[in-house]
């Protein structure tokens, strides 16, 4: 009977102390932006997330996976012929290969609040043409949103078009390799 209640009450407060929210992304109510930059200036637009969840405990972020849907990478900043050149460019092998991989995925690894309750520091592995390597940012968590900015180095993941670390004598043709990655989530 002792080990009974042993075993009970390690099984309870096990549970208790591990156990987690997920909560589901609202797809529709999020995005993703994107600023990429070159020597002559930027473009931005926007991708839309397939789905996506976080993990919560007593209402902090712990945790967090996400699936962006890189066949819906928009550009914002160009419209009609230019527009459509640019989208179909970022979606070829030179960039992104969105027939080939038309997902990526963002895991967040290991969150750790900033002492406020909405800040958190985020180490997470950012999956993108089946390359897969760390990344770090701080998130902001207000009621059912949150908000990150991300840098991604893009030659990280095999995207080296008009990358000047790859490409002598580009002049002004240079595409930065660092681009920008904004998050805003929201749920129920």
Not at 26 to 53: F, M, Q
Not at 129 to 136: I, L, R, S
């Amino acid at each position: 009977m002792r080990n009974t209640i042993i075993i009970l009450l390690a099984t309870f407060f096990s549970t208790a102390i591990f156990a987690q929210d997920k909560v589901m992304v609202d797809t529709d109510n999020s995005n993703l932006t994107w600023k990429a930059y070159k020597v002559t200036g930027s473009h931005n637009g926007e991708i839309k997330l397939k789905d996506g969840y976080l993990l919560m405990e007593n209402n902090q972020l712990t945790g967090g996976s996400f699936t962006i849907d890189m066949t819906t990478i928009d550009v914002q900043d160009l419209e009609g012929e230019y527009k459509q050149k640019l989208e179909n460019h970022l979606h070829s092998d030179d960039f992104f290969s969105v027939e080939k991989f038309n997902t990526a995925t963002l895991e967040l690894t290991n969150v750790i609040p900033r002492g406020n309750g909405k800040e958190y520091k985020v180490e997470g592995n950012l999956t993108i043409k089946g390359n897969t390597k760390p990344v770090k940012f701080i998130a902001t968590m207000d009621g059912n949103k949150a908000m990150a900015d991300i840098e991604v180095d893009r030659s990280e993941y095999d995207v080296r078009y008009g990358s000047g670390s790859f490409f002598d004598n580009l002049g002004d043709k240079t595409i930065y390799d660092i681009f920008e990655m904004g998050v805003n989530l929201s749920w129920n």
